[in-house]
């Protein structure tokens, strides 16, 4: 079973920027697809960005310029930059991986952005 960490949320003013970090308990060196998820109140869960067959990457259109996922194999770590923050940007940010063909999930983080 592999665990996941989040950090790095909080709150932030428009326009500031944070950084997302999602530990593993484990290797993740076989994780062929990683993601960031959030899901703001009353509404749906949406993804964000994913990282996927090596380092191909893919945004939601609502983020493409501000936010950037990488990953760090050798601190079993993946990232979400978070540039020129909205307010609507302010939801429950998770993450997840695909390792050897079974989900895992993160508990979140919280972003808040607001003047």
């Known amino acids: 079973q592999v665990q996941l960490e989040e950090s790095g949320g909080g709150l932030v003013q428009p326009g500031g920027s944070l950084r997302l970090s999602c530990a593993a308990s484990?290797?993740?060196?076989?994780?062929?697809?990683m993601a960031w998820y959030r899901q703001a109140p009353e509404k749906q869960r949406e993804l964000v960005a994913r990282?996927?067959?090596?380092?191909?990457?893919d945004y939601a259109d609502s983020v493409k310029g501000r936010f950037t996922i990488s990953r760090d194999n050798n601190k079993n770590t993946v990232h979400l930059q978070m540039n020129n923050l909205k307010v609507e940007d302010t939801a429950v940010y998770s993450c997840?991986?695909?390792?050897?063909?079974?989900?895992?999930w993160g508990q979140g983080t919280q972003v808040t952005v607001s003047p």
């Open positions: 990282i996927f067959g090596g380092r191909n990457t």
């Open positions: 484990s290797t993740i060196y076989s994780a062929n697809h």
């Open positions: 997840f991986m695909m390792i050897r063909g079974t989900n895992f």
